[in-house]
């Protein structure tokens, strides 16, 4: 019996610290249903694209792969996630 | 931005339609979980408690990524916004980014960032190096440890550092060394995120400023 005391003390010692507000999970609804998920987004080479050099991005390397995503692409309830995968990697571009 | 794999089942992520402290609440079309946006945690459903590993992302100007990395690929769906840019300038304050070391949460604010754009501090046993590029937008951060010495840094002029002990020049736009001894080395970046201050301290209340 102390030795599992003795563990779930060593278990609650170890948890992550969590923000308080994490055991306080209340959304709310504001949409009836979820939007349909974004995959296999378009993506083009940086000469095929048509940004302006002063748009700003959000850059992501992996597995030896640069990506951007550019901010002005990425607002409004539609845009919020796109599900990619770079260099090998599944990602979610979220901001 | 996530890594969207947990223990091995890649996940698709959408909006959900809820808001949790008026921030994004994402569902995952596999087994309808409910993610924290900026947590990159599951607050209910199966996958609860999971959480997603981010991912190092930099923000800066099209122009100035492209030049970092010639090679790179870009999203290309409709713009959505034109705005956001300007936004940025037009009030700094808005913004901060924000972080976590040793299971704390700090914020360092952009509009002191904008004046100080080369600041190192330290949280408990870390030092830390925040990089602020004007010309491109990006803000960054880093390990102030390079092959085991912590380096002391100072601002040159726009665009370089120098680091005290071996008086190498740094590029503070992307944290590479590009004259003296340290040549070629670069510092290691760590997680920051660009965030609106409002919803940074909604999800993190205990979150501190760094001082400046």
Known sequence: MKRYFFLAALLYALAPHLPAQVENYQPKTV??????????????????????DSELIIGVQSGGQARAYPINQLTGPSREIINDTLGGTAIAATW | MYVRKVDQQTLTLRVSGKLWM?????SDLETNSEWSHLLGRAMAGKLKGKVLEPIVT???TWAAWKK??????????????AHYTRDFY??????????????????LPMSAMLKSPVHQFTIGDET????????????????????????????????LMQDKQTGSRWRIANGEAIGGEL???????????MSFRRAWQNFHPDSEDVAF
Do not use: Y
């Open chain 1, 31 to 52: 949409l009836a249903k979820p939007i349909r998920a974004i995959t296999n987004p378009p993506i083009v080479k940086a000469e095929d694209a048509s940004i302006d």
């Open chain 2, 22 to 26: 008026r921030s994004l609440v994402m």
């Open chain 2, 58 to 60: 930099d923000m800066m």
């Open chain 2, 68 to 81: 970092e990395f010639p090679q790179t690929t870009v999203l290309n769906m409709r713009r959505t916004s």
């Open chain 2, 90 to 107: 037009r009030d700094a304050s808005m913004f901060v980014f924000g972080f976590e070391v040793g299971g704390e949460t700090r914020a």
């Open chain 2, 128 to 159: 830390l190096l925040a990089t602020f590029d004007k010309k491109s937008t990006a803000a960054r951060l880093f390990d102030s440890e390079v092959d085991g010495n912590v380096l002391e840094f100072t601002q040159l002029d726009e665009r």
């Open chain 2, 183 to 193: 040549t070629g080395k670069r510092l290691t970046p760590r997680v920051g995120i």
